[in-house]
Structures are given as C-alpha cells and as structure tokens.
C-alpha cells in the first residue's frame, strides 16, 4: 500500500466518542447473552428459544439475522457497481417474503409439523438416510456460504473507522470480532440471539434512517441521480441490460435466490419460522418482514450509489477516484472498501459511532445465528441420528457448543485463504446454492406433491452440486471461465444461467426418480403433504 | 413510467414503510420480551418438549 492510499483510507470522522458508544453497545449486548443463559438447559429453548416468539419480536429477530454485516457490504458493493438497476433484487426481496407471508409457502406448513430443522423434515417425510443427506448437503453450502463473512465485516470496520491504511488491522479485527461471536453465541443460544436482534434492530433502524437521510441530505436529491446517469448511463437504472452485469437470467436466478429462497428455504430464517409461537404468527411475522427484506438491499444499495457519487462528484472524495474508479487502468482497491471508506468521512462523530455499533451488532446476529444453525444442524441431523444410543440434551447442547468454536475457526481460515474475486454476493447466491437449488424443489415438492418419493428426494438434492460450476476458481479451473487477454475474461455460462440450469435439474430428477422409484406405500407419510 | 421514476418511488416508499415498521416493533417487541421471558420463567410449561426429537 503507498502513502497516497494510507493518507486516503486514514482519513474518517470516527473518533473516541464513537469507541465509547460502540463499546458500551457491545457491553450491554454480553451482558443479555449472561442473563439470558440460564434459559439455555434444553434444545428446543437453546435452539428455538421454547417456540415463544411472538410476532414483534420474531420481526425484530427476522429482520436482525437477515440484515446483516456482511448483507450491507455486499449490497453496498451491488449498488456502487450497478446503481439504481441493483434495485431489483430488493423489489423481488420484499414481494418474494410478502408471498410467503400470505400463502404460508413452505413454512406454514413445517411449522405446523413442529420440526426444528429442515432435514428433520426429510425424515419425517422421507427417511433417514435423505435426513442425513440433506444435512450434509446444507452444512457444506451453508459453511462454504459463510466462509467470507468475517472478512468481509472486518473490512467495513477498519474501512470506516480509517484503520484500513494499516495493513495488519485486518487481521486483528478480525481476530476480535469472532472471539466476541463465539464467546456469546456458546452462551445463550437461540434466545439471547433474539434478545439481542431485538437491540440490534432500534439501534439499527435509527441509524440506517439517520444516515440514509443525511447522505441525501448532503450529497443532493437530484445530484444523485445525475451523478448514477453520468457515471453509469442507461444500465445504471435498466436491470434488463448487461451492462451493469445483471440481465434477464440474472433476474429470473434473483427471483428464485432473493424472491423465495432467502425467506422460505434459507435456514436461518426458517429457524426463525420455527421458534415463533404459532403458524398464524409465522405468517404476519413474513408479512411485515417483506418490508425488512426489501430495506435491507435498498438501504445498503443506496449507501454504495451515495459512495459512488462522493467519490465521482464531490471535490472531499477526489483523492478516492484513483483507488476506485480512476479514468484509465484497473482499480487498486477492493470496491467492497468503497462505501465504509466513504460513510467514515460522510458521516459525524456520535452518528458514526451510533452507526458502527449497529454494523457491528448485525455482524455479530448473522454470525451467532449461522454459527447456531450449522452446528445446530451437524448435531440434531447428522451425529444423533447416526448414533446408536440417543443422544441426551445436555451432550446436544455441548456438542452444539463445541461445533460453533470448530465453525469459527474454519471462517477465519477461510477469510485468510480464499482466492475468488467474484461480488461477495454472487459468491454467496452460488455457494448457498448448492444447498438450495436442490432443497428448494424437494421442500416444495415434497410438501405439496404426495408422489414424491425419497429416492426422488435423494436425487434432488444431490443435484446441488452441480452449482459449484459456479464458484470462480473452479469455472477456471474447468475452463468455464478463460482469458481473453492479461486483464479480461470471459465466462461461457455465468453464474446464474448455472443456477437456473440446477434448479431445472433438481425439479427434472426429483420428479423422475420419484415415478420410476416411488416408496412403497408403508412408507408414504401423507399427513406431512401439506 | 421510467426506471428512474420506478426506483424513486420504491425507495421513498420503503423507507416510509420501514420507519413506521420500526416504530411498531421497538415497542410492541418490548411487549413480547416480557412474555417470553415469562413463559421461559414458567418451569410447568412443556416438561417433554425435547422428547420427540432426532
């Protein structure tokens, strides 16, 4: 890193009081995990705190989980490369949750089953070896999902608080920040997560409201816009043209990734389904989450345009061009370092305080809960159906706990040694997928179509693998994606037209697996078809 | 309608939306704290409730 860029990056409004709010804030958030843990003694309230969530609170908690750290980055990032356009996945976001809201797509009915995990579905469903299958299937996509979380976190908070233009604060922060995950999420479980999703959401909402206000505020309602046309033309606002790497494809793979699988089959949101009190309040839960869906995309993706246009038109963000987005070349920087770089000189002291600690809560809610529902997953769907004696509650619990400090370290291995240079969010939707595509057509299937057989099941499930094509060192490695010259190249099949081939897949095998081997008809269980 | 007319519209309106659901959740979720802790507190409330499970 030259002087130029260190003298750039150092240069943020954060300060001592804002240290103070965001270590009072995280204070407070250890002390709930330390009050709350002696609520933690069984399963159900360790993992699905008793199934005693009401509405408000399963909003709060919806809404604390899937607005994430890591969710802002990679939308910030959207939106700073794509503009206006990137606005499509959030519209498809809120009106994918506000279907599952109204028709209980999916969860009403596992809800109603009373399971605590998805692959419990499988069993009671199919059988125990898609149970096992399906576990593996998720805790693959799901740890591989989760692998740049913690870099990605990490970046935003030396981003905004000027440490990036020291080299080594990367690692430290992100040392730090996943001691702190671990230390709290072993504690609690799934109820002080709530609690602290509920805390996380009013610091978070004022500051996101406060600071998107304040963004337009400074930067010009009309400026922005001009700013977007200027820079990016056309396909800044137009998602249907390639320019801005979006696209039809793109957009039909959105529907499916941020429309109904990020609400109805993801599991840390199913999870939430799950812990809520009744089905009648899993569905208003859903309703009023469309909202947080579709916000926790457009506020982000805002925050990368208001980055894009400081940066492009604001004479206190010229030095950041170069960096960036300089006229001729390559950037020298991430663009992920884009937004928090900008929000740390955008912003004032105490609002960028109040603002970290929010970030930092968000980090702190997606990590405790995936931690939580990965280990979650190993321990109830595949250790203790493969044991010969069952398994008691407290051996669950510990084996969760130790699992969740086993997941830790391989997020920080992970974050060290990836060498992919795809969007964050495109390396999350190909990961998770190959999780999803397959367990979104068999949830469906199996839940509405009785015919649906556990061989078919199995095949539907395995087919996710086929989204690994998707993932750039190894659409390199297959010849996927190959040079054009020492900078460029080009991608045979992009990653969503990968997606949407393995759902098709998925729903081809699952159905034909399931005519050519149905169960017999002891095994049809028809009171889980909803 | 133009993209950017579209786009405006949907950003105005979900932050409208977003600040009034904020408002309901702070308080109302407060509300529902109190009576989880409360069923959590209550130890007659589901004894076997990890019985049927794995």
């Known amino acids: 890193m030259n002087e130029a860029t260190q003298e750039a990056l150092s240069q943020s409004n954060f300060g001592v009081v804002d240290t103070v709010i965001v270590v009072v804030y995280l204070c407070i958030s250890v002390v709930i995990g330390l009050l709350v843990n002696r609520y933690a003694g069984s399963m159900v309230n360790y993992v699905g705190a008793g199934r005693k969530v009401g509405v408000w609170l399963g909003v709060a908690t919806m809404t604390g989980t899937e607005l994430g750290l890591v969710t802002v980055m990679y939308s910030a990032q959207k939106g700073f490369s794509g503009g206006f356009a990137a606005f499509h996945m959030a519209v498809l976001a809120g009106v994918g949750t506000l279907f599952v809201g109204l028709t209980g797509f999916i969860v009403g009915p596992l809800r109603r089953i009373e399971v605590l995990t998805i692959p419990e579905f499988y069993e009671k469903r199919f059988n125990r070896p898609v149970r096992i299958v399906g576990a593996v299937m998720l805790v693959v996509a799901g740890v591989l999902n989760m692998g740049l979380f913690l870099k990605t976190g990490s970046m935003f908070i030396v981003g905004v608080t000027g440490l990036a233009s020291d080299s080594s604060a990367l690692f430290w922060v992100m040392i730090g920040l996943l001691l702190l995950v671990l230390c709290y999420t072993t504690l609690g479980g799934m109820i002080s997560v709530i609690l602290t999703d509920y805390v996380q959401f009013v610091v978070l909402s004022f500051g996101l409201l406060t600071a998107t206000a304040l963004a337009i505020g400074k930067l010009g309602w009309s400026q922005i816009f001009e700013v977007v046309h200027h820079e990016l033309g056309p396909a800044g606002f137009d998602p249907t043209l390639e320019g801005a790497g979006f696209g039809w494809s793109y957009i039909v793979w959105m529907l499916i990734t941020a429309g109904l699988v990020g609400s109805a089959v993801w599991p840390t949101a199913v999870a939430r389904a799950l812990a809520m009190e009744s089905e009648q309040a899993v569905r208003k839960q859903y309703m009023w989450s469309s909202i947080s869906f579709a916000i926790r995309f457009i506020i982000p993706y805002f925050w990368g345009i208001c980055a894009l246009v400081f940066i492009c038109s604001v004479p206190a963000g010229s030095d950041l061009k170069d960096l960036f987005r300089p006229d001729e070349g390559t950037p020298t920087l991430n663009n992920l370092y884009a937004m928090p770089v900008v929000m740390g000189r955008l912003l004032p002291p105490v609002l960028l305080g109040i603002v970290t600690a929010g970030m930092i809560a968000a980090f702190m809610s997606t990590h405790d809960s995936y931690f939580l529902t990965w280990s979650c997953v190993i321990t109830q769907d595949i250790v203790a159906p493969l044991m010969r004696k069952p398994l008691s509650t407290a051996a669950r619990v510990r084996l969760t706990r130790m699992l969740i400090v086993v997941l830790g370290g391989y997020v920080l291995y992970w974050s060290l040694f990836y060498q992919g240079s795809e969007d964050i969010w495109d390396y999350m939707a190909v990961t998770g997928g190959i999780y999803f595509t397959g367990a979104f057509v068999v949830l469906m299937l199996g839940l509405y179509w009785k015919g649906t057989s556990s061989c078919g099941a199995f095949l539907g499930l395995m087919s996710g693998f086929l989204m690994l094509l998707g993932l750039e060192p190894i659409q390199k490695a297959v010849g996927l994606k190959y040079a054009i010259n020492d900078s460029e190249w080009a991608e045979r099949l992009t990653s969503s037209q990968i997606g949407l081939l393995t759902v098709g897949v998925a729903i081809l095998l699952t159905i034909a697996g399931s005519l050519a081997w149905p169960d017999k008809p002891a095994q049809d269980n028809k009171e889980h078809t909803a | ?54």
């Open chain 2, 1 to 54: 309608m133009t993209w950017e007319l579209l786009w405006k519209v949907v950003l105005v309106s979900t932050i409208g939306l977003f600040a009034l659901m904020s408002l309901f959740v702070t308080f109302l979720g407060a509300r529902d704290i109190k009576r989880l802790i409360r069923k959590l507190e209550d130890p007659t409330e589901d004894p076997q409730q990890d019985s049927h499970h794995g």
